[in-house]
């Protein structure tokens, strides 16, 4: 538990910081979406990062359990399953993602990336 516990931290605070970052700096963060696929290196460096993490997370905390565990397990397989394709089929990723990264998902995303912040920070500080 106490490993769940940590990563439900760390993930809190990355998806809040960045929530909170996309609402204050809308502009910013739609010029980091534009330039997100246009730069292979970048491309393949996310990729290859979440690919890193969610081997980690999937090889760490493989726990199919029934309680709120299981919420990082579905997410460090996201994790690696999103490396993997961006690695391997990166114009893929870009075709399907094209919804996220517009003026819709500029506003739709934060919102939901602070309520998953807040979900796994009331496990990860409070719980």
Same mark, same amino acid.
């Given at each position: 538990?106490?490993?769940?516990?940590?990563?439900?931290?760390?993930?809190?605070?990355?998806?809040?910081?960045?929530a909170?970052?996309?609402?204050?700096?809308?502009?910013?963060?739609?010029?980091?979406?534009?330039?997100?696929f246009?730069?292979?290196? #970048?491309?393949?460096?996310?990729?290859?990062? +979440? *690919?890193?993490? =969610?081997? &980690?997370? /999937?090889?760490?905390?493989?726990?199919?359990?029934?309680?709120?565990?299981? #919420?990082?397990?579905?997410?460090?397989?996201? +994790? *690696?399953?999103? =490396?993997? &394709?961006? /690695?391997?089929?990166?114009k893929?990723?870009?075709?399907?993602?094209?919804?996220?990264?517009?003026?819709?998902?500029?506003?739709?995303?934060?919102?939901?990336?602070?309520?998953?912040?807040?979900?796994?920070?009331?496990?990860?500080?409070?719980?």
């Amino acid at each position: 538990m106490e490993l769940s516990e940590l990563i439900a931290k760390i993930v809190s605070v990355i998806y809040l910081s960045a929530a909170l970052g996309a609402v204050l700096n809308k502009d910013y963060y739609r010029r980091i979406l534009d330039d997100l696929f246009q730069n292979a290196a #970048l491309t393949y460096l996310m990729g290859f990062t +979440a *690919l890193i993490l =969610g081997s &980690l997370m /999937v090889n760490y905390h493989n726990s199919w359990t029934k309680d709120w565990t299981v #919420l990082i397990t579905i997410l460090a397989w996201l +994790a *690696l399953v999103k =490396g993997v &394709l961006i /690695v391997a089929f990166p114009k893929f990723v870009q075709r399907y993602s094209r919804p996220f990264l517009g003026e819709t998902g500029i506003k739709f995303v934060p919102y939901v990336a602070a309520f998953l912040g807040l979900v796994f920070g009331y496990f990860g500080f409070v719980h």
